[in-house]
C-alpha cells in the first residue's frame, strides 16, 4: 500500500512539474511580448534623435514587419518606418508619450492604450502589436479619441 501510494504521489508530483513548466514557458512568452511592447514605446519617447529611435525601434521590428498607421491611412514597411522616425522626433519634441497595455495580452498579441500629448494636441490611440520570438511583425495603430481625456 505505502508503494503504491509513493507510485502515486511521484506521477502526480512529476505531473504538476510537467504543466509548471508549460506555465512557466507560456509566461515567459507573455513576458518576452509585453518587453517588445514597452520597449517599443520606450523607443518613441521624446529627447531622443532619430538615430537613437531607430536603432531602439529596429531591435524589436522583425524583418518583413508592417506597420499599419490605419489613422493616418498609411502603411510602411519596417525600413519605410525607421525613415520617418526623423518626422516623428520632430513632432513629439516637447510632448509625452504615455501607454497602458491592456489585459487580455499573450505571447502572439498584446494592445495599448497610448496618449500621445504635443505641443499643439493630445490624441488617443489603440494600438495592437502582433508578436513572433519576441520580435513585433505587425502593428496596427487606431486613433480612438481626439485627446486623453481619462488616461
Not at 48 to 54: H, L, P, S, T, V
Not at 123 to 148: H, K, P, S, W, Y
Request: hydrophobic letters at 50%.
Amino acid at each position: 500500500m505505502n508503494e503504491m501510494r509513493r507510485r502515486q504521489s511521484g506521477c502526480i508530483v512529476s505531473l504538476v512539474m510537467v504543466l509548471a513548466g508549460g506555465l512557466s514557458a507560456a509566461h515567459a512568452g507573455q513576458v518576452d511580448a509585453v518587453a517588445a511592447v514597452n520597449g517599443w514605446y520606450a523607443s518613441l519617447l521624446p529627447g531622443q534623435d532619430a538615430q537613437a529611435m531607430a536603432a531602439r525601434a529596429g531591435t524589436l521590428l522583425a524583418e518583413g514587419a508592417v506597420i499599419d498607421l490605419r489613422d493616418l491611412g498609411i502603411t510602411q514597411t519596417r525600413e519605410e518606418y525607421l525613415e520617418s522616425l526623423d518626422v516623428w522626433a520632430d513632432a513629439v519634441a516637447g510632448g509625452t508619450v504615455a501607454h497602458r497595455i491592456e489585459p487580455g495580452f499573450d505571447e502572439s498579441s498584446v494592445s495599448a492604450t497610448v496618449c500621445f500629448r504635443f505641443a499643439d494636441n493630445e490624441v488617443l490611440n489603440r494600438e495592437t502589436f502582433a508578436i513572433e520570438q519576441g520580435l513585433i511583425v505587425n502593428a496596427v495603430f487606431e486613433q480612438i479619441a481626439d485627446d486623453c481625456a481619462g488616461f
